[in-house]
């Protein structure tokens, strides 16, 4: 899917709408992580220096298109303002007479933040009158919201209907680096699948068997595999009924010659609480659930690492919010850092890990967007991509 570069573009003077993702973790009104932000400076800065009169939108949060006071952007427009070292001009609303005043009003290198986009019960509806009232506010339309470009919204896919797209430098990065992946990974290729559920993911497994040598598998996904191996998980959190998905998914893999490895030992205990001991994986005593890879596990998965050249990684290898479940998460965000190969992480909690690891300069690409990367290493077509690509055909 061919886009154009936001370079070629004449900007100056022009009304930019910009799509980011400013959906931020917050605590009591305050940013807990402005990873997100920062993230957007690169496109937001090279519009201000071309003398682009900037006007951003994003959403935060799920309001559900209604108004909700604690999901207004002025802390974001606050921070955004330090992060820029320039005034950020706010509206009240979306797409109503402030919003247009204020962006009627710009300069050349202005930059005005809308109101939260989800206020707007037609967003995620992909309403054509939003969209056609977000395209009144510009002349042309950046996305550089990765992170939700696997919804077909408003300001994601209708307004990019409306007026000239391109993706942003914060997109283009993200599609480089995950098209990297699927399109011409380095060999060996070994992806590292963890988290909560096998659910969430059986699409992303699938894809990549056709893709990788090597799926090593931790978390409460592991316990599926393994308690579809016969292996009693005893209180793990498994999905039971996806044995027989597990067991498919197995096969596959036999016959495509790809390696899934499994925990081999595991960190375990009563409850989240309880002491915490290390067992073999078929070796689990009633009542005690998995909440680790254990370290031959570690050891195992340590040296497929070593060796690959290409490395994606989501999902945790166990609960690794608490201290006495974290060694396996941590040891692989470390193998991941120092393997030398071409590595994407992506996934909140994934990335959450190897930020509390302190790797994150080691990794080569760290995905802003966990259901975007996702869906696409699933190999689905993006809606916000597809959008992007054909504002581009148009304009050809
Ligand atoms: P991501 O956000 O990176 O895509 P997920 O949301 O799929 O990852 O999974 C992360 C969650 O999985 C974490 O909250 C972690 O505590 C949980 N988890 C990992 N291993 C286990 C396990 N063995 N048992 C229960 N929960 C687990
Ligand atoms: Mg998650």
Known sequence: MATRSLREAD???????????????????RIVDDTRIRAALPTIEHLVDHGARVILVSH?????????????????AAQLAHLLGR??????????????????????????LLENVRFEPGEEQNDPELSRRLADLADCYVNDAF???????????????????YPGFLMDAEVQALQRLLQSPAKPFVAILGGAKVSDKIGVIEHLIAKV??????????????????????????????????????????????????????????????????????????????????????????????AARTVFWNGPMGVFERPPFAAGTTAIAMAVASSGAF???????????????GCVDQISHISTGGGASLEFVEGRTLPGLAALAASAAKQR
Not at 11 to 29: C, E, I, Q, T
């Open 87 to 112: 005034v950020v001009q706010q509206a009240s609303d979306v797409v109503g007479p402030r919003a247009h005043a204020a962006a009627g009003a710009l300069r050349n290198g202005d930059v005005l």
């Open 213 to 306: 040598d090597a799926i090593l598998v931790g978390g409460g996904m592991a316990n599926t595999f393994l308690f579809a191996q016969g292996i009693d998980v005893a209180a793990s959190l498994a999905e039971r009924d996806r044995s027989a998905g597990a067991q498919a998914l197995l096969h596959q893999a036999e016959a495509k010659g790809v390696t899934i490895a499994l925990p081999i030992d595991v960190v375990i205990a009563t409850d989240l609480d309880g002491e915490p001991s290390t067992v073999a994986a078929g070796d689990l005593p009633q009542g005690h659930a998995i909440f680790d890879i254990g370290p031959k596990t570690v050891e195992n998965f340590g040296k497929i690492i070593a």
């Open 11 to 29: 900007v100056r003077g022009r009304r930019v709408l910009v799509r980011v993702d400013f959906n931020v973790p917050m605590v009591a009104g």
């Open 147 to 165: 992170g939700a470009a696997h919804r077909a919204h408003s300001s994601t896919v209708g307004v990019a209907e409306l007026l000239p797209a």
């Open 343 to 357: 590595s994407v992480v992506g996934g909140g909690d994934s990335v959450a890990a190897v930020e509390q690891v």
């Open 60 to 76: 935060l949060g799920r309001p559900k298109g209604y108004v909700a006071d604690d999901l207004r952007l002025a802390p974001i």
